[in-house]
């Protein structure tokens, strides 16, 4: 054998054997109307991969681009998760269920979302229904699971359609992310973690809109303390006060490291063990 493929087969053995292959990847960062639609920042939603369970979280428009972009295999997908409705966070679901299930050839795969999204005019077509292996309805206070990973949907949050996020718990960590809503005291008192990822639209304050401003998302950080904060799902205001700048000055201003996320980027779930 050469010391080339020798090398090489170690090299894989390594990789298959690292306990910390957790990750979430951005598929992208954009919230609200006018990022989504001039495709400034991408909207395909999170990719997580935890302890070998792939999860898909809120597949907004180019979730299917962004995924097969970066080689995200949705029929590795065990499930697909709707924080809400509304199409900047579930415009792409039937065709990841489509492809998530392999055209329909095999019946796999979960779907999580709130009853609003599944009934009067569900956002899931009739006929991919039957490819799933069954149909969730994300509830207050509900726990879940998804193969060895868990998850909750600790309080129905401020937004003019049914929406929850989620706190979930892997075998080494625990992170929330916390979908649209208005601020209000109910969302410190429910969600916490090593990590929390914010969608933080607006960049300031009093406003009509019910999405998150930077002074809401600066006291939910320092509230919940976590070890790392990431913000996304930006709206135009946030994304010409450039984030990684509103990023910084949140960590100096909380003590917490603040990151904004990017499109595409992926974040190892390793990086809170060294804090
Ligand atoms: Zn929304």
């Known amino acids: 054998m050469s010391n080339v493929l020798l090398w090489f087969i170690v090299i894989l053995a390594m990789e298959d054997k690292n306990p910390s292959s957790d990750s979430i990847t951005f598929l992208g960062t954009a ?16 990719w997580l991969n935890l302890n070998d369970t792939e ?17 995200l295999r949705a029929d590795k997908l065990s499930a697909i998760i709707l924080s809400h409705r509304h199409l900047d966070h579930s415009a792409d679901v039937n065709i990841m269920v489509e492809a998530m299930s392999q055209g329909g050839l095999k019946r796999r795969g979960w779907l999580f979302a709130p009853a ?21 309805v994300l509830k207050e206070g509900k726990s879940y699971s998804i193969g060895n990973i868990s998850f909750t949907t600790p309080i129905r949050h401020i937004h003019r359609v049914e929406t929850y996020g989620m706190l979930f718990r892997t075998g080494e960590h625990t992170f929330s992310y916390i979908a649209d809503s208005l601020y209000f005291d109910g969302l410190c008192h429910s969600y916490g973690g090593e990590l929390l990822i914010i969608n933080v639209v607006r960049l300031e ?3 009509p809109y019910d999405h998150l401003s930077v002074p809401d998302a600066e006291h939910i950080i320092k509230e919940l303390k976590p070890k790392i904060a990431i913000l996304t799902h930006f709206g135009m205001t946030m994304w010409r006060a450039k984030p990684w700048q509103v990023a910084e000055r949140l960590s100096q201003e909380t003590g917490v490291r603040v990151i904004a996320a990017r499109d595409g980027m992926r974040f190892d779930l390793s990086q809170l063990d060294d804090i």
């Open 55 to 71: 999860i898909l979280i809120d597949p907004g428009p180019g979730c299917i681009v962004q995924s097969t972009k970066r080689k």
């Open 205 to 207: 304050a009093n406003h």
């Open 31 to 46: 919230g609200a109307r006018f990022t989504v639609t001039s495709q400034v920042l991408a909207s395909g939603g999170l």
């Open 116 to 136: 609003d999204a599944l009934e009067t005019e569900p956002v899931i077509f009739s006929y991919l229904k039957s490819y799933l292996e069954g149909i969730e």
